[in-house]
C-alpha cells in the first residue's frame, strides 16, 4: 500500500445492547491511505475514513485478518 491507495475501513459500530443488538453496526466505509506507518510493515496505516455524516482520521489501523473484522481495514477488492 502507498499514501493515495482506496481501502476500504470496518467501523466499530456502537457498543452491544444488553440483548445482542447494536444501534449502529459495524459496516464497510470507503478510506484514503494518508500515510503508511513503517515502511518495513505496510500492514499498518494510517486513514482518512468517509462517513455519510462527515470524515476522521485514524492511525496505526492494523489490516484485518477477514474483511469484516471491526477496526481494521482491507482491499477496496474485498466485497
Same mark, same amino acid.
Given at each position: &500500500? +502507498?499514501?493515495? #491507495?482506496?481501502v ?9 445492547? #444488553? #440483548? ?9 466505509? $470507503? $478510506?484514503?491511505?494518508? $500515510?503508511?506507518? #513503517?515502511?518495513? +510493515? ?12 462527515? &470524515? ?19 482491499? $477496496?477488492?474485498?466485497?
Open positions: &500500500m +502507498q499514501v493515495g #491507495d482506496r476500504h475501513y470496518v467501523s466499530h459500530g456502537s457498543p452491544v445492547l #444488553d #440483548d445482542g443488538t447494536q444501534k449502529y453496526p459495524s459496516v464497510c466505509r $470507503a $478510506a484514503f491511505v494518508t $500515510a503508511v506507518v #513503517d515502511e518495513t +510493515q505496510p500492514r499498518c496505516l494510517s486513514l482518512a475514513v468517509l462517513n455519510p455524516t462527515g &470524515m476522521f482520521f485514524n492511525e496505526h489501523v492494523f489490516e484485518g485478518a477477514t474483511a469484516s473484522e471491526p477496526g481494521t481495514w482491507h482491499s $477496496a477488492g474485498h466485497p
